[in-house]
């Protein structure tokens, strides 16, 4: 799918959302960040360069007279021909060569002594800042001074002094710039284009894969197709893709429990009408029973008709549950023992189950909450664990499967256990425990049994948590406080 997607079409997406030209994208940025940066190095190395390159000029002009002034010395005292000094000033492009020796100066060749010198550069004295600054005034300003210059003659004591008109070293110190600025602007554009071509490969092509991946995923994130396929690199484009894949199938996952939920909610609300009609009618026929003069039915009619009204009640808050909460707790104080013996008849252990059901909680603990949710909370825990225990095979032959339901009390919180013996809950059910629909320990579960005893136990304020034990099996520990006791409510009791 992602493959099959033109990298700069928008796909149906707006404008905002659509995929840039390659050149106005990273890539394109890229080469032009690259250029310039190479323009700004490249101007940084010029100042020096030039500023040598017109040094090297003047030195060159100077060893050419130097060169001229030693042949025109050994002829001494012989004078210099008109016609001989004209074309060794125009050999050495100067207007005058001096040559100082022994103390003494030497007029060897001149052409026309110009009545001012502009200005005067001694070669053997020269700084770098200083070069650097005579050199972007010979290329910005200078071009008509007449200009002075003299240094020593290789390592002799003698000085060459010269006279020269300055529009010759500009004209060649404006060559050079030109040569420089064409050679900088063929090393950026080669260098932009090499880095374009590498980071591109390496880096931008990635990120517009996961951009790809990402804008199909959007427009379809129902479709694993839309998941990006990850790679083996290292780098972080690589590691950012795989997370980006995990981020994908996760959200896929919610996405069908979402939509799991959705039909569930439905299903539920279409059952809920029908079963709340049907238990209407069995608790009519059951109050019936109550007038039956047999033993036996007297004894699990109460039992029946509180089965019954419990089961009423649970289809009128099953459509709370599932568009918001739990109803508001009623509470009142009340002893939990009878709690605790309702739940251990209606689970009806059979003797053939070889599960021991071991009530440990004592007729003198009492709880501050409400009776129905207590139940459904201890109700939902003993029955999973009576679930493990039955699918259940242990190695020990001798192996007892039991549960044992305990309470205490210690201030104003009551402390509820359900501990068994059974397998213990898998890795994957403890990572995703009190969660809906992911949480369950056995194949086939929903896991919302946890889910709302975790929302009851909150609501009264509690908490519920599972406990690491030594032997094999599973604790849950519930803790449940009382209500704070208003100031003036209790001066009224008092």
């Known amino acids: 799918m992602l493959e099959r997607q033109d990298s700069d079409s928008p796909s149906g997406l707006s404008d905002g959302y659509a995929m840039p030209p390659r050149i106005r994208g ?14 700004i190095v490249e101007a940084m190395i010029f100042a020096p360069s030039i500023a040598t390159m017109r040094l090297r000029w003047l030195e ?4 050419t007279a130097a060169a001229a002034a030693t042949v025109i010395d050994g002829l001494q005292p012989v004078e210099l021909p008109r016609k001989v000094q004209d074309d060794t000033l125009a050999s050495t492009g100067t207007r005058a060569i001096v040559l100082r020796k022994d103390g003494t100066s030497r007029l060897l060749a001149v052409a026309k002594i110009p009545a001012e010198v502009d200005a005067a550069f001694d070669l053997a004295n020269y700084s770098s800042m200083m070069s650097v600054q005579d050199a ?3 290329l910005f300003f200078g071009g008509d001074r007449m200009l002075r210059v003299f240094g020593p003659v290789g390592d002799s004591d003698m000085i060459i002094e010269v006279v020269m008109q300055e529009q010759p070293l500009r004209k060649a110190m404006l060559t050079y710039s030109r040569n420089i600025l064409v050679i900088s602007l063929a090393i950026s554009i080669i260098t932009g284009l090499l880095l374009f071509l590498v980071i591109n490969r390496i880096m931008v092509v990635p990120v517009r894969r996961l951009a790809r991946s990402m804008q199909a995923f959007a427009e379809n994130p129902e479709d694993p197709a839309g998941i990006l396929a990850v790679g083996k690199g290292r780098d972080e484009v690589a590691v950012a893709g795989r997370h980006l894949a995990r981020m994908q199938d996760q959200l896929q996952k919610t996405l069908r429990q979402q939509k799991t939920l959705v039909e569930l909610g439905l299903a539920v609300s279409k059952i809920n009408h029908d079963m709340r009609n049907i238990l209407a009618s069995a608790q009519l026929m059951s109050d019936r029973l109550v007038d039956v003069d047999d033993p036996m039915v007297k004894s699990f009619a109460p039992k029946l008709l509180r089965t019954i009204d419990r089961a009423v009640g649970y289809t009128n808050e099953v459509l709370s549950y599932g568009q918001t909460s739990e109803a508001e707790p009623r509470r009142r104080r009340f002893a939990l023992v009878d709690v605790c013996r309702e739940v251990r ?24 909450a409400d009776s129905e949710q207590i139940f459904r909370v201890v109700h939902n825990l003993c029955r999973n664990a009576v679930q493990a225990l039955m ?28 501990d068994d013996t059974g397998p213990g809950m898998p890795r994957k059910a403890k990572e995703n425990l009190f969660m809906a ?4 320990a056995r194949s086939g579960g929903t896991g919302l ?41 209790f001066r009224a009791r008092a």
């Open 60 to 63: 060159d002009r100077l060893n």
């Open 26 to 39: 990273l890539s394109g940025r890229l080469l032009w960040l690259t250029i310039a940066l190479v323009m």
């Open 345 to 368: 008849d209606l689970l009806h252990l059979s003797p053939d189950s070889r599960i021991e059901f071991i009530d440990q909680t004592t007729p003198d603990i009492e709880i501050d």
């Open 136 to 138: 972007f005034y010979t």
């Open 391 to 418: 699918s259940f095979t242990p190695e020990d032959p001798d192996h007892q499967r039991r549960i044992t339901l305990s309470a205490q009390r210690t201030g104003s919180v009551v402390s509820i256990t359900i």
């Open 449 to 489: 049994g946890l889910a709302i005893a975790r929302e009851l136990v909150l609501a009264h304020g509690g908490t519920i948590a599972l406990v690491e034990k030594p032997g094999p099996g599973t604790m849950f520990r519930i803790e449940i406080p009382d209500r704070p006791v208003d100031l003036d409510v």
């Open 437 to 440: 629909f992911r949480g369950s």
